[in-house]
């Protein structure tokens, strides 16, 4: 199969993502059915795809016609036979579980064509962990999207099974949906960008949880060096402390390293008093008016 021939994108899983990445296909130009678990999910998933174009279009990146053309190439099912007719290309966007993932994608390779190219939007696991299990490995590849309503960097990342004709043409799809696509040469967990964003996590959190500097003075040093808007813990406060700590606490347990549970517990202090961050209007800072988007933050003073 060639890039031309790819018409018909279905989205698995219309959350968060799914609702994102869908809508990104359709305003390129590709027929897009959401699959999700109910109708009930499905129409809430569908109002907030319309309610994102909209957003777009009130910010000029579509314009009323597109967005007119756009949300007429959007439809959804919660019957996965009519969701896999004439498929060519599944982004799977369904919860972070290898088992959900592996059951969901063999339920779809026993209805989909043969030539269907399966891609994961998986955060933190591998391809190869569920490749087998998709009963199509070698048509699995993991094509990760960030927050696309902030940036369209993806990963593209191939697990030793994957027939490279297939990245290369999930490569082409991601250019094709107007995406800066970075290429995995093999698997890693946490791709390319998120890798690096996990190491200033883990230095900014050691230097804190050692007690050698504290939240405001870490931020102050990376937004002072680097002119940044934020520092590490406001970009943590960002994420949401869950997980961050979710995250910190697997890899910690996970290599059994002192420090790194050192700086999980840092986080999970915050976590147990319900303060996750942003969302909550309480992290490591107080929003929607954060100490470190104040004028003399730099300075050293916290407030105006
Ligand atoms: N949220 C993020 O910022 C982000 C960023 C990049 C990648 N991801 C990854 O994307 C995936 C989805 O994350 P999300 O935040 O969109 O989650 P979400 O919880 O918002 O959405 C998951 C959707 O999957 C549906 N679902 C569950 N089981 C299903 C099944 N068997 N068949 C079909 N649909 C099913 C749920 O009903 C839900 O609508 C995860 O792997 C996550 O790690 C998330």
Aim: a negative charge; proline letters at 5%; one cysteine or more.
């Amino acid at each position: 199969m060639n890039i031309e021939e790819i018409k018909k994108v279905v989205i698995l899983g219309a959350g968060t993502m799914g609702q994102q990445i869908g809508l990104q296909c359709a305003m390129h130009g590709y027929d897009v059915v959401y699959y999700d678990l109910s109708r009930e999910i499905l129409d809430k998933g569908i109002k907030r795809v319309t309610k994102l174009a909209t957003w777009y279009a009130s910010t000029g990146r579509l314009t009323p016609e597109q967005l007119q053309q756009t949300m007429a190439r959007i439809s959804s099912t919660a019957d996965p036979a009519e969701a896999a007719h004439e498929a060519d290309l599944i982004s799977e966007s369904v919860p972070e579980d290898p088992d959900i993932k592996a059951r969901v994608f063999a339920q779809f390779h026993a209805l989909c064509p043969e030539r269907t190219i399966f891609t994961s939007n998986t955060s933190m696991l591998i391809p190869s962990m569920f490749a087998e299990a998709t009963l199509r490995p070698e048509k699995l590849c993991a094509l990760h999207f960030h927050d696309l309503r902030a940036t369209t960097v993806v990963d593209v990342m191939p697990h030793p099974g994957t027939d490279p004709a297939v990245t290369q043409l999930v490569h082409d799809f991601a250019e094709s949906i107007g995406c800066i696509v970075i290429m995995l040469q093999r698997e890693n967990h946490g791709y390319v960008f998120n890798t690096m964003l996990s190491s200033l996590f883990f230095s900014a959190l050691t230097l804190a949880s050692k007690g050698v500097s504290s939240v405001e003075d870490i931020d102050r040093a990376w937004m002072g060096v680097t002119f940044m808007p934020m520092g590490p813990f406001g970009i943590m406060d960002q994420v949401g402390l869950s997980t961050v700590w979710t995250i910190t606490d697997y890899w910690a347990k996970k290599m059994g390293d002192p420090g790194a549970q050192k700086n999980a517990d840092f986080v999970k202090q915050y976590v147990d008093k319900g303060e996750l961050g942003y969302k909550t209007g309480k992290g490591f800072y107080t929003y929607p008016d954060p100490a470190y988007q104040a004028k003399y933050f730099l300075t050293g003073e916290t407030k105006e």
